[in-house]
């Protein structure tokens, strides 16, 4: 499977749990919506990835990537301590000049 750096990033830094170098994948406007919430700034996406982090130790295993010019979809199976483990979740980017500057997840 052929990923955007930058996917390729997202993916190590959330398989490692760390928020700061995953955070540092968005841009300083990016937006994150996930689970009804809606987290603006990497200073917000860096404390949302942290506390999915601590609370569910959620691994990522890529399945399928598509893309049509900015917008691309992740599909993966997401592996970690929450109910219903392992699920798999659409990651929908939006990736300007290697930055992501949205994220929508969903089932």
């Known amino acids: ?3 955007p750096k930058v996917v ?3 993916i190590k830094s959330q398989n490692e749990f ?3 170098t995953y955070a540092s ?3 300083e406007t990016a937006v994150v ?3 009804g919430k809606t987290h603006t700034g990497r200073p917000e996406i860096e404390q949302w990835i942290d506390h999915s982090n601590k609370n569910y130790q959620s691994k ?3 399945l399928e990537y598509t893309e049509n010019g ?3 979809i992740l599909t993966a199976e997401c592996s970690g301590t929450f109910p219903g483990s392992p699920i798999v979740l659409k990651f929908h980017f939006e990736i300007v000049d290697g930055q992501i500057q ?3 997840v969903t089932d």
Request: net charge negative; charged share 25%; hydrophobic share 45%.
């Open 60 to 62: 990522m295993e890529p």
């Open 8 to 10: 390729t990033d997202l």
């Open 25 to 27: 994948l968005f841009s």
């Open 33 to 35: 919506f996930d689970e």
């Open 18 to 20: 760390d928020a700061v």
């Open 70 to 72: 900015t917008a691309s």
């Open 102 to 104: 949205q994220l929508k």
């Open 1 to 3: 499977m052929n990923l």
